[in-house]
């Protein structure tokens, strides 16, 4: 993958107010970007909320921990996910970025769930409030956040593996401080991954 070189002349700032006026993928048929954000927020949560957490309380308060570890051939296991063009893990958390099919580049945050990595952080809560119950949700929650440095780690070397800059959704509140906990852009329920060419 091509990396840029010199600093971009748009800075974030500009380049997310140009992206949100001219992209009409961003708004995929509604009127507002917020509106397409709230829309896919509720099909991710409808589409994953049906995968039940299979792991037991042991599981999920022992995580899977990685070392910092970037792949361009990543294949999930079980999974037809052809367009992944790059994978990365570091600590209790993985990193995709995938083509979508104009081309532009999309990405999702997942984290270790007990025994497979999960990405929408309302449907990890009720998953394993209604299996395990609160006091072990607050658990595994305060777990992963003393693992957010990985996080951080990861994303900065993800970044830097881009030229282009992949967007997503947020799925929630959360996603959204989440990712600026870590440096990723976010505006108008929007995410943005910057490589560091742009100031």
């Known amino acids: 993958m091509s990396k840029g070189f010199g600093a971009k002349q748009q800075t974030k700032e500009q380049y997310i107010k140009n992206f949100i006026k001219s992209s009409k993928a961003l708004r995929n048929g509604f009127a507002t970007p917020e509106e397409a954000k709230l829309n896919q927020s509720r099909t991710w949560f409808n589409q994953y909320i049906k995968n039940e ?3 037991s309380r042991e599981q999920l308060l022992t995580p899977k921990v990685q070392p910092l570890t970037i792949c361009s051939n990543y ?20 990193v995709l970025i995938f083509e979508r099919q104009d081309k532009s580049l999309d990405f ?14 309302e449907v990890i809560k009720q998953s394993i409030i209604s299996k395990h119950g609160t006091e072990t949700y607050n658990i595994w929650r305060n777990m992963v956040k003393a693992d957010i440095d990985s996080l951080r780690e990861l994303i900065k ?13 947020t799925c929630s509140i959360s996603a959204a401080r989440l990712c600026q906990q870590v440096g990723i852009s976010t505006y108008r329920g929007a995410a943005f991954l910057f490589p560091p060419t742009y100031r």
């Open 157 to 169: 070397v993800m970044s830097s593996q881009v030229d282009s800059v992949p967007w997503s959704y």
């Open 53 to 55: 957490t299979r792991s």
């Open 108 to 121: 999702d945050i997942a984290v270790w769930a007990g025994c497979n990595y999960r990405f929408h952080s």
């Open 75 to 94: 294949k999930p296991p079980g999974l037809d996910c052809s367009n992944i063009i790059l994978a990365g893990f570091n600590g209790q958390w993985r």
